[in-house]
């Protein structure tokens, strides 16, 4: 048996509800036959302090930047807080990139690929985001924007990166990169939990 790998979901006030709960509650319940589950999900901010998500949704980050454990899987929500705050703030951008150097895969939900552009973390590689931030994505050199689809793998010898497009597609590539770290069947018996329809 594996050992249980730690997602760290990253908040910030002003992050999109769905872009963080959504992959929460896909790599929370994932489990193996004898219903041992395959991760342990926490997530962190900045500081210790409480977030206030979008439409006023308060949430209390488990860790801060200073004190998380090692993360294995790295979620980057989107949102407001994101593109126009967050983009904006070194202490978020470089830590990102710290954690890019030890994290196994990187996701990121909605305008989080945005952080990772800012990162630096996308060229050279093909990238999503949400249909109305395509062009702003695209702003940045060196990477190939795809649009009209749930997510993208652009995964090399260097990094594990998926990057999602708006809001509900976190879902969708949350499960795809349960496929991908584990297997195709527990990747369907979580869909099938969570009532999510796969293609």
């Known amino acids: 048996m594996t050992s249980m790998r730690t997602v760290g979901i990253l908040l910030f006030n002003e992050v999109e509800v769905l872009d963080f709960a959504g992959p929460f509650e896909v790599f929370s ?4 036959d004898t219903s041992n589950k395959h991760f342990n999900v926490i997530t962190i901010a ?3 302090a409480p977030i206030s998500a979008r439409n006023g949704l308060q949430v209390i980050p488990d860790y801060s930047f200073t004190n998380h454990p090692n993360i294995d899987v790295l979620v980057i929500p989107g949102g407001y807080g994101a593109e126009k705050v967050e983009i904006n703030n070194p202490v978020v951008i470089d830590w990102i990139i710290r954690q890019a150097k030890v994290a196994g895969l990187m996701l990121s939900v909605c305008t989080g690929a945005l952080l990772l552009a800012e990162a630096g973390l996308l060229a050279g590689k093909s990238a999503t985001t949400h249909w109305m931030d395509l062009d702003n994505l695209a702003s940045y050199p060196d990477i190939e924007v795809i649009s009209n689809i749930r997510f993208v793998d652009a995964s090399d010898d260097t990094c594990n990166i998926v990057t999602s497009a708006g809001i509900s597609a976190g879902i969708h590539a949350s499960l795809y990169c349960i496929e991908k770290l584990i297997d ?5 018996a979580t869909a099938r939990r969570m009532e999510f329809e796969i293609d």
Do not use: F
């Open 29 to 32: 319940l994932a489990e193996n």
């Open 46 to 48: 900045e500081h210790q």
């Open 184 to 188: 195709s069947q527990t990747m369907q």
